[in-house]
């Protein structure tokens, strides 16, 4: 087995000893394996979060086009991989390039794992985007009969309407013009989100 097949291989199985070793033996962080994953993609999808950890603390790479790591562990359900790979700065809302054009959270919805909706909610995920078939996650959701996805995402929407509803208050700037002051109502907005998620 050649050694990017042999560093995917322990990223995908959580050989966090033999995914050490590799590295230290000279492997390549981001190497594509026979299935086209990274190591990163590898553990992502197996939901092996040590290993995930390890490769991020050793500046893996984010994948800059086609399907990422985020959407691997959003499609898996794999909660604490999904919250690292955020943390360490994964693009919420990057597209895939399969004839979906799907970001993360139509991964989430598609396989009824409403905690990582939640979790992509909180991070601040568009959930009113369409897919390449013209699809919104609420569509799916609906069309699927997950019913606490769809509940969830229609108090999303609802609150979006509201907060578009509401005149805007100005304030005159001292230059003799008119300034927008929306920052509360997105402060709000943004606590009032989290609330949503956290409690459904």
């Known amino acids: 087995m050649r050694p990017r097949e042999k560093l995917c291989t322990a990223a995908r199985d959580g050989s966090l000893e033999d995914v050490i070793k590799l590295l230290d033996s000279g492997g390549n962080i981001n190497w594509k394996g026979s299935k086209g994953l990274t190591p990163l993609q590898e553990a992502s999808k197996a939901d092996q979060l040590e290993v995930v950890s390890l490769l991020l603390n050793h500046n893996a790479e984010f994948e800059q086009k086609g399907t990422t790591s985020l959407h691997l562990a959003c499609e898996g359900g794999h909660l604490k991989v999904a919250e690292l790979l955020i943390e360490h700065g994964a693009v919420i809302d990057q597209p895939d390039q399969s004839q979906k054009g799907s970001t993360p959270i139509?991964?989430?919805?598609?396989?009824?794992?409403?905690?990582?909706?939640?979790?992509?909610?909180?991070?601040?995920?568009?959930?009113?985007?369409?897919?390449?078939?013209?699809?919104?996650?609420?569509?799916?959701?609906?069309?699927?009969?997950?019913?606490?996805?769809?509940d969830l995402l229609v108090k999303m929407h609802t609150l979006t309407q509201k907060d578009r509803a509401k005149p805007q208050k100005s304030a005159n700037n001292k230059s003799g013009g008119r300034k927008v002051m929306g920052s509360s109502g997105r402060i709000a907005r943004e606590l009032a989100i989290s609330v949503i998620a956290e409690t459904i």
Request: aromatic share 6%.
């Open 106 to 150: 139509f991964n989430a919805v598609e396989n009824n794992h409403i905690e990582v909706v939640k979790l992509l909610l909180r991070n601040k995920a568009k959930f009113n985007i369409r897919n390449a078939k013209k699809q919104t996650p609420l569509m799916i959701a609906t069309k699927k009969g997950y019913k606490d996805i769809e």
